[in-house]
């Protein structure tokens, strides 16, 4: 207990080390908030949950915070729905079954740009008539201008942003840009307060019309969104249980392991040094990665499934030549030469004499390990083979990466991961480096 | 105490007994050599049934031969007049044969040696779905073409990296405490990323934000007709990947080669040559040197290894027509030829890697004896 304090008050005077664990630390906090806030079976439904769970956001949006930083403020997602505001609505009926369904969609834009698309959704009750829509776009200015007759299915959506007719009509412009334009600058936003006017009539008793317009921004939340609409916030925060699980499992079980089997191997020398080098020959003949990707791409996509294979191979891989020959110069040392005088046991000179020699060597390559393996995740799931269910880091990069986000400008979308990755990485790497010092005596001055 | 015998003794033995020494090294080599052959053998062996997936991607593959049949038969309009039960019969036999032709048809473990045998001979038969560039179904071909612009970009880069280094470490060992050597040693956490990890953002500022290099590829497209120019652009787009490689390790193999140097010269015997009155030149050299070469022979060798794999996402990221990528594509298109080709050409690679390695490493430290006490101790 006190060698733990004395740990910690040692590690308190190392700026990096401090650093380091605190980095750690908020990674936890992350991590532990993400499992709460989102159950694993709401993370994977909102990530995989199909077009209906992400219908409300917009596509390739950036984070809204962005506007903080930017003059020309960007415009963010206009909801509104009759189903939530019933004062949108007005229903008069006419008699004999028919009334008329009248909704008004009143809002303020006073962005400097123009949204990303805009879209009206309709869900109707009806039992053979089906109930009619008429759409008009009124601009600040008054202008009118006739968007389209619609009869609505029981659940229809219009994509006014999809409407070449409209399109033609404003002279050959998207729908976003020439619904929104200056009429005398086409090339900036008209500010004010916009109208969407709806005629409804429905032909039945007991008939039913709502409707809800969106006016989709170009920012979206903390973190933005990806190309299928996704919130990308979701997956950062999910990312983060599955990084620190990954990287710390996949640390512990290969490097203990791998260095008591390298003791091992050097001090009985023998069959079991020659059987565990050719195991290690075999090993480092099979390439780790296309390996890897095979077993993803044939056996199981499952992070887990990857993370074992990860520790069987990287038991017998390379480092375990490196503690051989780190080994191989402790097992000459003098004092072992000793210990084996006085008749100490196999295990007493394994554990007792060799191991804690090249201690000092495994703690930093222990923790320095822990961000490989982070970024081994995300290096699979570059390849596309990141686990099928979860979303992580790696996953984002991916979608980032198949969809040419650096190419098309959207680099929000690969510098957050990238910055949780890297941040992830350095708090362990630099906890590493302060333990290394702490640890090895001879380091301490160095 | 040991040590300096060790190091003063070296060469000592070795006049001794030159002929000895030799025919030693001669019968380890080939020791060494065939045990290498046979790891090979079981390597190659293991990733021929790994790649197979126990048999597994045989079944989508004769699934999708057979869709590809049936969908040729449904649209020849020569078949129109067949019976169901003629045209059933006959996709059974064009499936038959395109299967032999496949060699599909023989017992998976029959065909796993089959591809073993023809895997070692390098005899990788054709690619099922990749060609080569110049239109070849020949694995071989496919890989040959892809053989040479890894080696430019890993050899440039991983040699860039040791020999810079292995110097900088050197240079910061001498000066420890300086700013320089505590700004290497600030950074050298920022190593935990992979090279295609700071590709990404190499990308991003100078292809993205500055528009200076290209995104990815080999040469521009089209290729300038010119040698000189071609080459001149093939170094235009080497800059962002090899930057990549250098960038994501040079700091922390400097910190961890400086602080190994550093704990040598710390050795008793190293003191006792200050004491000699040694210059400093020949103290770094034969004490300090010469008993952390194994280790840096390793780790160079370890970095080898790491070229070869480490290829795959750098390439795919920098869109660099390498093996890595061959892998990435092969392996999206279930390309089981090309998939064992390159695991074999790596199996090669690798072995040959700790082949040197090997033979070096029992030239560099005298403490690990040849054919003697190393192992029966």
Do not use: C
């Amino acid at each position: 207990m006190t060698r733990l304090a004395n740990l910690f008050r040692e590690l308190r005077s190392y700026p990096s080390a401090v650093a380091g664990v605190s980095v750690i630390v908020i990674m936890v906090i992350i991590a532990i908030y993400a499992m709460v806030t989102i159950p694993y079976s709401e993370a994977v439904r909102l990530w995989r949950g199909g077009d209906n769970v992400w219908l409300e956001t917009p596509r390739n949006a950036r984070p809204a915070w962005i506007n903080n930083f930017r003059r020309e403020k960007l415009p963010e997602s206009i909801i509104m729905k009759t189903t939530e505001d019933p004062s949108l609505k007005t229903v008069m009926d006419l008699g004999g079954g028919l009334a008329t369904s009248d909704m008004l969609f009143e809002f303020d834009y006073y962005y400097d740009a123009f949204p990303s698309e805009i879209s009206m959704f309709f869900t109707a009750q009806f039992k053979s008539a089906r109930p009619n829509v008429s759409i008009k776009w009124v601009t600040p200015d008054g202008r009118e201008i006739r968007l389209t007759d619609l009869t609505v299915r029981q659940s229809e959506s219009y994509r006014i942003s999809q409407d070449s007719a409209v399109s033609r009509r404003l002279g050959g412009v998207l729908p976003e840009k020439g619904l929104f334009a200056d009429p005398n600058d086409p090339s900036k936003v008209n500010k004010g307060t916009y109208q969407v006017v709806v005629e409804g009539l429905v032909f039945e008793e007991g008939s039913t019309l709502d409707g809800s317009l969106i006016v989709y921004g170009q920012v979206h939340g903390l973190a933005g969104t990806d190309h299928r609409r996704r919130d990308i916030m979701v997956a950062l925060l999910w990312g983060t249980p599955v990084a620190l699980a990954f990287g710390l499992l996949a640390a512990v079980g290969s490097s203990l392991t791998t260095m008591t089997l390298a003791a091992a191997a050097v001090w009985f020398g023998g069959w079991i040094d020659y059987a565990i080098r050719r195991i290690n020959e075999i090993v480092m003949i099979l390439p780790l990665l296309p390996i890897l990707i095979m077993v993803g791409l044939f056996y199981s996509r499952s992070i887990w499934a990857i993370l074992g294979v990860v520790i069987l191979l990287s038991i017998f891989g390379s480092g375990i030549l490196t503690y051989r020959s780190m080994f191989l110069q402790v097992k000459q040392s003098g004092y072992i030469e000793a210990a084996r005088a006085y008749g100490a046991s196999n295990a007493r000179i394994i554990f007792r004499y060799m191991v804690p020699k090249v201690i000092p060597v495994l703690i930093p390559q222990f923790v320095a390990q822990v961000p490989n393996y982070v970024f081994l995740e995300a290096t699979l799931a570059v390849l596309g083979l990141g686990d099928p269910v979860l979303p992580t880091w790696g996953k984002l990069l991916n979608d980032a990466y198949t969809s040419g986000a650096l190419f098309n400008g959207h680099y929000y979308w690969v510098l957050e991961p990238a910055f949780l990755l890297v941040v992830t990485g350095l708090g362990f790497a630099m906890l590493g480096f302060a333990l290394d010092r702490i640890f090895n005596p001879r380091l301490r001055g160095l | 105490m040991s040590k300096i015998e060790t190091t003063a003794d070296r060469a000592v033995p070795a006049r001794r007994s030159a002929s000895g020494t030799f025919a030693r090294i001669a019968r380890y080599t080939l020791v060494r050599g065939l045990t290498l052959v046979i790891t090979v053998i079981i390597g190659v062996y293991l990733a021929i049934l790994i790649a197979n997936g126990g048999g597994y991607v045989d079944k989508i593959r004769e699934g999708q031969i057979r869709e590809q049949i049936s969908l040729s038969i449904a649209g020849n309009e020569a078949l129109r007049d067949m019976t169901m039960q003629e045209r059933r019969e006959y996709e059974q036999n064009l499936v038959a044969i395109e299967l032999s032709r496949r060699g599909l048809d023989q017992p998976f473990m029959v065909r796993s040696f089959r591809y073993l045998w023809n895997g070692l001979t390098l005899d990788l038969g054709s690619a099922e779905y990749l060609l080569s560039d110049s239109g070849s179904r020949q694995v071989r071909s496919i890989l040959g073409e892809r053989l040479g612009p890894t080696l430019l970009l890993m050899a440039t880069g991983q040699l860039l990296l040791f020999f810079t280094s292995v110097f900088f470490a050197l240079f910061l060992s001498r000066r420890y405490g300086s700013v320089i050597d505590r700004i290497v040693v600030a950074m050298a956490p920022t190593s935990a990323a992979p090279a295609w990890f700071y590709g990404i953002f190499l990308i991003l500022i100078f292809a993205g934000l500055l528009g200076w290099l290209p995104f990815g590829g080999m040469v521009d497209a089209p290729p300038p007709p010119s040698p000189w120019l071609r080459a001149l652009s093939v170094i235009k787009h080497l800059v962002l990947p090899v930057g990549a490689i250098v960038i994501s390790s040079i700091f922390y193999t400097s910190y961890y080669w400086r602080t190994f140097f550093l704990i040598y010269s710390s050795e008793d015997y190293v003191d006792m040559a200050k004491a000699k009155g040694l210059p400093s030149g020949a103290i770094e050299r034969r004490y300090v040197l010469r008993p952390t070469l194994p280790t840096i022979v390793t780790s160079f060798a370890l970095t080898l290894i790491g070229l070869w794999t480490g290829a795959i996402v750098l390439e795919t990221v920098f869109g660099w027509p390498g093996i890595g990528r061959l892998t990435q594509m092969a392996i999206n298109l279930f390309d089981t030829p090309v998939i064992v080709g390159t695991v074999v050409i790596y199996a090669y690679l690798l072995a040959l890697t700790v082949f040197l390695l090997d033979i070096v490493y029992a030239i560099v430290d005298p403490r690990v004896k040849l054919g003697g006490g190393e192992r029966r101790s």
